[in-house]
């Protein structure tokens, strides 16, 4: 069994910062790539950042620059910090992750996290 728990959504101004954090637990040999998503009502779900077990990051256009994602291997954490917040940041967002799980096959599963919810106000 494995979960991902999400944590720091909430409400910000414009302009300000919110962090978040997504944890990963359970039964699990390694975590490999990891992600945050964001999903606006009535929109698809897309991705805002990336980062593979080696620190390798990508990111959506829209936040380049503004946003930064990063992990910490030994807690299988993964954070965004998210700057300059705008109108259009608002969404909730999941975290998204590659799990191996200690089987012989070390058969990998994507979980998600329940989701957390950003709010901007303008």
């Known amino acids: 069994q494995v979960q991902l728990v999400e944590s720091g959504g909430g409400l910000v101004q414009a302009g300000g910062s919110l962090r978040l954090s997504c944890a990963a637990s359970?039964?699990?040999?390694?975590?490999?790539?990891m992600g945050w998503y964001r999903q606006a009502p009535g929109e698809q779900r897309e991705l805002v950042a990336g980062?593979?077990?080696?620190?390798?990051?990508n990111y959506l256009d829209s936040v380049k620059g503004r946003f930064t994602i990063s992990r910490d291997n030994g807690k299988n954490t993964v954070y965004l910090q998210m700057n300059s917040l705008k109108p259009e940041d608002p969404a909730v967002y999941y975290c998204n992750a590659g799990v191996i799980l200690p089987t012989y096959s070390r058969t990998i599963l994507a979980y998600w996290g329940q989701g957390t919810q950003v709010t901007v106000s303008s």
């Open positions: 359970g039964t699990i040999f390694r975590v490999d790539d």
């Open positions: 980062i593979t077990r080696g620190g390798i990051t």
